[in-house]
């Protein structure tokens, strides 16, 4: 089985680059890629639904019954392979993904802004930028999502160029780029919980960007505990060591 999901990933990243600069890469998927991203969904549908997450899946009948089959633990190969077939079949076009394409590219003046905003900061922990950032479109998923390893942020979009909560894409997109920014030298370092993360994360942006970006939405599941000790960009400086006090009171 992870054989033959390793032909199908490296399939998937024979991606069409679409357009890019020297900071952004925005990339199309494959079916095969989009398959592969579904399959995760799904097997990983039970941490979705009880971290409050809504996700976005192709409507057929075939998902459904796998969704079932997910969370009673009863997935098979043969499953994958239904839906493979279904995606390059029936549900797979590339010019879905166009317009948010389109769109994104034409926000990158501003998303450099930003991380160049973030860069000038003095702060007293490591803020990491990558020398370059993938954002991959997808029609499914929560919303958003990173990769620290690679510096990749998977971004869901629709068919008609809009984004989950957003309109356009700035928002979902700094928030990615701080999560990759945070995830070693904060993150990783204090072993902060889902919500923990998420919640610094919306600070960071609503205290970076929230002149610029007014329409930018707190999610309501985060670790309110913390933000008594995020309250202006004096904290977001020294974040190393507010939770070192926050992390020391709770223990």
Request: glycine share 6%; hydrophobic share 35%.
């Amino acid at each position: 089985m992870y054989k033959f999901l390793l032909i199908i990933m490296l399939l998937g990243y024979q991606i069409n680059l679409g357009q890019s600069d020297k900071k952004f890469m925005i990339s199309i998927p494959t079916a095969e890629k989009e398959a592969e991203y579904v399959w995760s969904l799904i097997e990983e549908i039970s941490f979705y639904e009880k971290n409050g997450y809504a996700l976005s899946l192709p409507y057929h009948p075939l998902i459904d019954s796998l969704v079932i089959k997910s969370k009673n633990k009863q997935l098979v190969e043969e499953d994958y392979v239904n839906l493979l077939f279904l995606m390059k079949e029936k549900v797979y076009k590339k010019s879905d993904y166009e317009l948010s394409q389109n769109e994104v590219l034409s926000n990158l003046v501003d998303l450099q802004k930003m991380l160049k905003r973030i860069k000038k900061e003095n702060w007293s922990w490591s803020f990491k930028e990558f020398e370059r950032y993938e954002i991959k479109l997808t029609l499914y998923g929560p919303g958003g999502s990173y990769n620290p390893d690679e510096g990749s942020i998977l971004l869901f979009t629709t068919k008609e160029g809009t984004y989950k909560n957003y309109s356009a894409s700035v928002p979902t997109l700094i928030h990615e780029i701080v999560h990759l920014g945070i995830e070693e030298s904060i993150v990783g370092k204090y072993e902060l919980s889902h919500w923990t993360k998420e919640r610094i994360v919306d600070k960071i942006v609503v205290n970076m960007f929230g002149d610029e970006l007014p329409e930018y939405k707190i999610q309501s599941m985060g670790n309110q505990e913390i933000d008594q000790y995020l309250m202006s960009l004096g904290d977001l400086g020294k974040l190393d060591q507010v939770l070192e006090s926050y992390l020391n009171l709770k223990n």
